[in-house]
């Protein structure tokens, strides 16, 4: 009975040690695949961190535009054309004597994204160019601030600024690169952040500008 007795204990702690081996050896594993993969969550976080590091060095030498031509909005993170364009009510076409800062602005815009591009080529720009309407602010039209038809033509008529606009400068050479710029045309209507109100209301005839540096590849886009 004694001899039965200490067999069935060495074979309680035979199976007692192969289950901690086995034990040790899961524990071993995930330990290796955790610290495998807090190594590979560590060099995912240190590559965007570098990347956000340099977008936060191409966005500020962006902001470096000549304010002749752009005034930066810090509450709302874009440019807006210091040209004050005064379109005439309901149309987009940009009058005559607008067009030479216009094209000026294009240049200029052109230049310091050029710039930038070639300090760093792996750097991709989406540029949206922002067309703007204001409302009506003749007492005997304004109530067709509030009529749906006419709302809707606003947002049209923004966007066709807009298209003026680029159109004006792509007319005039300024042809940015389509293999890292890709222009995006908007038009907010009588809407949008940082809008002009009251006695102001005719300022909310503009451009905004919107230069947003990314990683990643453009796709050629045609407007015409």
Same mark, same amino acid.
């Given at each position: ?24 050896? !899961?524990? $071993? ?7 495998? @993969? ?8 240190? !590559? ?15 902001? +470096? ?17 210091? $040209? ?8 987009? @076409? ?17 230049? !310091?994204?050029?710039? !930038?591009?070639?300090?760093?080529? +792996? ?5 949206? $160019? ?80 919107? $230069? ?8 050629? @886009?045609?407007?015409?």
């Amino acid at each position: 009975m004694a001899l039965r007795k200490n067999k069935d204990e060495n074979n309680y702690w035979i199976s007692y040690s192969d289950l901690m081996t086995g034990f040790l050896i !899961v524990f $071993i594993i995930l330990t290796f695949a955790v610290y495998k @993969n807090y190594k590979h969550k560590a060099k995912e976080i240190e !590559v965007l961190l570098n990347e956000y590091k340099k977008i936060e060095e191409i966005k500020s030498a962006l902001n +470096n535009l000549n304010s002749k031509y752009f005034v930066f909005d810090t509450a709302n993170k874009r440019h807006e054309l210091s $040209i004050k364009v005064l379109f005439p009510p309901g149309k987009y @076409n940009i009058p005559a004597k607008y067009r030479k800062e216009c094209i000026n602005a294009g240049k200029e815009l052109k230049r !310091v994204i050029d710039n !930038v591009s070639n300090a760093d080529s +792996n750097i991709r720009y989406l540029v949206i $160019i922002e067309g703007m309407a204001a409302k009506y602010n003749n007492p005997k039209e304004k109530w067709k601030n509030s009529d749906p038809k006419y709302k809707e033509r606003t947002y049209v008529l923004s966007y066709k600024r807009a298209k003026a606009l680029y159109e004006l400068w792509d007319d005039n050479k300024m042809k940015f690169k389509s293999n890292n710029v890709e222009i995006i045309l908007a038009g907010s209507g009588w809407f949008g952040a940082g809008r002009y109100h009251g006695k102001e209301e005719d300022k909310n005839k503009r451009f905004l500008i919107q $230069i947003i540096p990314k990683i990643g590849e453009i796709k050629n @886009n045609s407007f015409k």
